[in-house]
């Protein structure tokens, strides 16, 4: 089985938040590469549990083999986190006493070609994390393909924050008269034709933002996170925690809101914990990463 690429960002941080103990049970909602989970089985041994959620299942499987010696306890899930009161229901983490949240997508989804998640490498334009990241089986050509343009406009300001978002879907709409676009590398074209040549200055590729908005409306990410965040609430134990790491506004925002108008959550940190000089010098994507904790009041 292949190993992992992925570098989990703020993992001391995270520890640190949640403070797991032996005996106790934890809940990591996106496994990825497993680092979080690895940790909180080293933090809760011998007799702590740690149950890993996610809808790509390579990662279940890579996973498998990395805690075979923890198969008493670890349990591993193919489940959107959106269910995550569901599935700690039926396994027994009802109330837990730790969650982790960490809403940043793999390298190894990055670099899977037939995902179609990365501007970088031709792919076909799909960007479902998994069987099990949406219902009705939206990928990302059919928005690019049959969305009016209005629509697709109204999609990347929405979730792109795009600024050009207007002028992309207008060359988009150009385009797919001409021919059906079905690559990554055909749609980041079309995008580059569509903005100022003197896009952001050259800090950001003109396509990030628009991969992001059909990433997140692909996987109905946004209301995912809602939904995770009020089933962790009725899960954790009184005095439990919540730890989320966010990549970007859209999404820091959701978790800002709900901390602040929960009932029963409190934040633990008025401001986000971000990385450190140092982890971002070994791992640039961290930079964007915020991490927000929460505890379950009594």
């Known amino acids: 089985m292949k190993e992992t690429q992925h570098i989990a960002v703020m993992t001391q941080e995270v520890m640190h938040a949640l403070r797991p103990q032996s005996g106790g049970l934890y809940i990591d909602g996106t496994l990825g590469g497993g680092t979080h989970s690895r940790e909180l089985l080293k933090a809760t041994a011998p007799d702590g549990r740690v149950l890993s959620l996610d809808i790509d299942p390579k990662a279940l499987e890579r996973a498998r083999d990395q805690f075979s010696s923890d198969k008493n306890r670890w349990i591993g899930v193919e489940e959107n986190f959106r269910n995550l009161s569901e599935v700690a229901k039926d396994n027994g983490f009802d109330p837990c006493d730790g969650i982790i949240l960490d809403l940043g997508f793999s390298s190894d989804e990055l670099t899977n070609?037939?995902?179609?998640?990365?501007?970088?490498?031709?792919?076909?334009?799909?960007?479902?994390?998994?069987?099990?990241?949406?219902?009705?089986?939206?990928?990302?050509?059919?928005?690019?393909?049959?969305?009016?343009?209005?629509?697709?406009?109204?999609?990347?300001?929405?979730?792109?924050?795009?600024?050009?978002?207007?002028?992309?879907?207008?060359?988009?709409?150009?385009?797919?008269?001409?021919?059906?676009?079905?690559?990554?590398?055909?749609?980041?074209?079309?995008?580059?034709?569509?903005?100022?040549?003197?896009?952001?200055?050259?800090?950001?590729?003109?396509?990030?933002?628009?991969?992001?908005?059909?990433?997140?409306?692909?996987?109905?990410?946004?209301?995912a996170l809602k939904h995770a965040i009020e089933g962790a609430r009725k899960i954790l134990k009184p005095g439990g925690r919540i730890a989320i790491i966010s990549f970007h506004s859209l999404e820091d925002r959701i978790v800002k809101r709900a901390f602040r108008d929960s009932e029963d959550l409190e934040a633990v940190t008025k401001r986000p914990i971000i990385p450190s000089e140092e982890e971002i010098k070994h791992n640039t994507r961290s930079r964007s990463a915020k991490l927000r904790v929460a505890e379950k009041i009594i």
């Not at 089986?137 to 969305?147: F, H, M, P, Q, R």
């Not at 879907?169 to 059906?180: L, P």
């Open 113 to 223: 070609k037939n995902k179609g998640l990365s501007f970088q490498i031709d792919g076909p334009l799909d960007m479902r994390f998994g069987p099990k990241s949406n219902e009705d089986g939206l990928t990302a050509a059919e928005i690019i393909n049959s969305w009016s343009k209005n629509e697709i406009a109204q999609l990347l300001r929405e979730y792109g924050e795009e600024s050009f978002a207007a002028k992309i879907a207008e060359g988009i709409v150009k385009a797919r008269k001409k021919d059906r676009i079905i690559g990554t590398l055909d749609l980041v074209s079309i995008i580059r034709n569509s903005v100022h040549k003197n896009y952001e200055r050259g800090r950001i590729n003109p396509a990030t933002r628009t991969f992001q908005a059909l990433r997140i409306a692909v996987n109905d990410e946004l209301n």
